[in-house]
């Protein structure tokens, strides 16, 4: 089970001047939620996971042949999904996946494996004997950048895929252990681990085919392990790809240094990030948070980006929508404002958490109003609302430029575990704590936490001390909204309407 920072009753609401406007979020955003094996999932699955099996593309030297991944994004997409695919060459106890060469499993097409050299290396992982991929092999590193390259050709800007992720080690998660294993640096320098060199040149590879192609991807923070060169410090930040941990949410979870320093990039700007749930003994933490239904569900509607509509105004004639992110993580595709059907010119992309942007709806009067994506197949995004349409003459009737208005402030993947309520405007108090900013004001740093119904500073501060990762907060007095940040510094200060924010002591 995988998790990432997504048809709702109330999706879509009609709406006239000085009309109210009331929505609330029952489900998971696009893009948002819980990914399982299967296409047809329960509610607060978003995703699916697809494997690319080598072996079933390019069986032949110099033939490709992507029907096989095709079917399963056509069912996962059926089905209200959206798929994260791995990329990866070996991929032990997936029956389903490979084929057997010398009684061992492979998912390295037969005219790659012979280049390799005898005897294989072959991991015992769940009790299955998977040929490693042999680096020295100089037609493996030809093919996997070929492989990549048809992938990324093949299915840009497809909208049924959501991410891609890998790509190396088993099952594409970056660490290759078998038993009797030898140390990491023993491993890289016998050539079944690509080391900081030769991933440099994968990675600047797969950056540039996806970047390109519009397509989002990550590796997994093992990886730092392995080619910490590559992928941690100055180096790593020049590629654009998100990191997921496979031990997602176990309590014993183990990590170094560099894993801790690549997780802690804010990539959750420009791209995905989250988590895998495992089984067995390391799905502790899951099962104590997540022990029924009614708790899953509620968790899946918290990850990721939330949607909420602020404000509506009308001239008659067109009508202008701020919509701001109350959730944890960005929004990384292309998300509109609908008004009678008729879209906004500009998209909600990218709007960070704690950031708002109004959008123009060109010659509509206030109709139904809607918020909209093609990334998924019913196209419907989920957001909150308790406003009402007001009335503006100043309004411009069409766009003469960028239609929108935006704040940023720095957000990271945590997951809240609040439930969002409806609050209407109440009178903001007089703030009378000398180390809190100025009202209008915010602080940077890490997003942590949200919290709702939390009515003074005090109350988000005492939020704040419980959290040994909180280090200052900012909260919007009158919505009631206490926000926990981290910071491993000064932390910046921005303009903001309605927000103040103060350390975590005073």
Known sequence: ?????????????????????????????????????????????????????PTRVSDKEGEWDWTYLEKQLADTWDNDKVAIVRIALNLPGYDEYGEKVDGKKSMIPKH?????????????????????TD???SEVKTYYKQLISKYAAKFKNDKRIFL???????????????????????????????????????????????TNNNMLWGISIDTSQWQEDTVTG????????????????????????????????????????????????????????????????SKSKVMGYQLEVEEVKTNGHSTSVKVCNIGVAALYKDTYVTVDGKRSKTTLKDIQPESCKTVLVEGKTPGKIAIETDYIKDKYVPFKADTSVKQDDNLPTTSTGPSTISTSTSTS??????????????????????????????????????????????????????SSKCTHFNIHISKERCYLKSNSGEPKISERDGFTGGPRDC
């Not at 790659?112 to 490693?132: A, E, H, M, Q, S």
């Open 1 to 53: 089970m995988f998790v990432l920072n997504v048809l709702i009753a109330s999706a879509c609401v009609s709406l006239s001047a000085s009309q109210s406007i009331k929505s609330s979020i029952d489900i998971n955003s696009p893009g948002t939620g819980f990914a399982g094996p299967n296409a047809k999932s329960e509610k607060g699955y978003g995703f699916r996971f697809v494997y690319v099996d």
């Open 234 to 297: 100055s180096k790593g930040l020049k590629y654009s790809f998100g990191t997921f941990d496979d031990t997602f949410m176990h309590i014993d979870n183990y990590h170094n240094n560099a894993q801790d320093e690549l997780r802690a990039k804010d990539r959750s700007v420009f791209t995905a990030n989250g988590g895998e749930i495992p089984s067995g003994k390391y799905s502790d933490v899951f099962k104590s948070k997540f022990d029924d239904r009614s708790a899953f569900l």
């Open 413 to 466: 993947t945590s997951t809240s575990t609040s439930t969002s309520t409806s609050v209407g405007p109440t009178p903001t108090p007089p703030i009378e704590d000398e180390c809190l900013l100025p009202e209008g004001h915010q602080f940077g740093g890490s997003h942590i936490e949200s919290f709702y119904d939390i009515p003074t500073p005090q109350d988000c501060r005492e939020k704040c001390q419980t």
């Open 164 to 210: 891609t992720q890998g790509f190396f080690g088993l099952w594409g998660e970056g660490h290759l252990y078998y038993s009797g294993g030898k140390s990491i640096s023993k491993t890289i320098s016998d050539g079944y681990y690509p080391g900081n060199s030769l991933s440099q040149e994968f990675y600047e590879h797969i950056e540039k085919e996806f």
């Open 135 to 137: 680096w020295e092999s």
């Open 112 to 132: 790659i494996l012979k280049t390799f050299r005898t005897p294989y290396l072959t991991p015992k992982v769940n009790g299955d004997k998977t040929i490693c």
